[in-house]
């Protein structure tokens, strides 16, 4: 699946740097292929695609793979460098206490440290400077990266018990959802850290050199839109609604697809912390985006492939999403 979409935050956050260091931050959405006009719509979500794209411009345009983020830079090459020492590793318990050694040598980073006790293996973000103001997406950037580089090592993503953040939960904090796959997130916490159960450390790797090579040459839209095999019932439901939004099931048609009781699924979405509306809504979002910066299709054909019987409330619906009708934000993709 490409036709996945990110909020405009991550725009935001990823040039945030940018002008500081002198760039232009149109410049480098234009290279993206992101028209800058979307950085002024406040529900704008463009496909995450198009931000992968971005966060290499920026970075390479920057100089560091941690887009200014930190007190010092991770100058481009470190991650390959990473990579290639933590490729051979036989499990993925190995391949992140071999990670977090390799960052833990940069004294004034963002420092992963990776240990387990009893049922629980934790990875916790430590500040190497802790005189430095590291912002919030700093923490974001090496939590996504960790739980995605995990989930690329073992060919599936990677469940998780929590994860824990120190500060507090900020206007985007819907996003994080999305960020960590429907896991569990908590503010307010004493330490940022992601918690695994400890069996998940013995999984054999499921990468080698060769698969290597093929990754590093998109890192972070892998990432971005690598699908795994997942097991959450907020994958399940997904799954289902992008193979039939033309004719858009309801939740008593996909409980009855996932052997359960409608209530039963409701409390199972719940507890992933979504519902079916939103993971609906989500889809037909995606969906949209997709077809309007991929194809010529005309908002009416749009309209039917996302599940709507008639363009007007397609166009309606995607207002309230972005702000703006289908066909002005067409001119921004």
Known sequence: MRNISVANYFLHAVLHNAVEKGLDPKQLLNEAGISSELLNQQHARVPAVKLGKLQTITIRALKDEFLGYGPGRYTPGTWNNMCYSVINCATLGHALARYCRFYQMFEWGLQPHFEITGDEARLTIKRGDASFAYQNYAFELVLFNLHRFSSWITQQHLPLIAVNLEYPAPAHAAEYRHLFLGQPVYFNQPRTEMIFHSSLAEIPSKQNEQSLQRFLQHPNLVFLIQQYDEKSWTAQVRVILNKNLINTPGIDEIAAQLHLHPQTLRRRLAHEGTSFNEVKTQC??????????????????????????EASAFTRAFKNWTGMSPQKYRQYL
Do not use: M, P, W
Request: net charge positive; proline share 0%.
């Open 284 to 309: 037909r979002q995606d969906t949209a985006l997709y077809y309007l910066g991929k194809s010529n299709l005309s908002v009416e054909q749009i309209a039917q492939r996302t599940g709507f019987s």
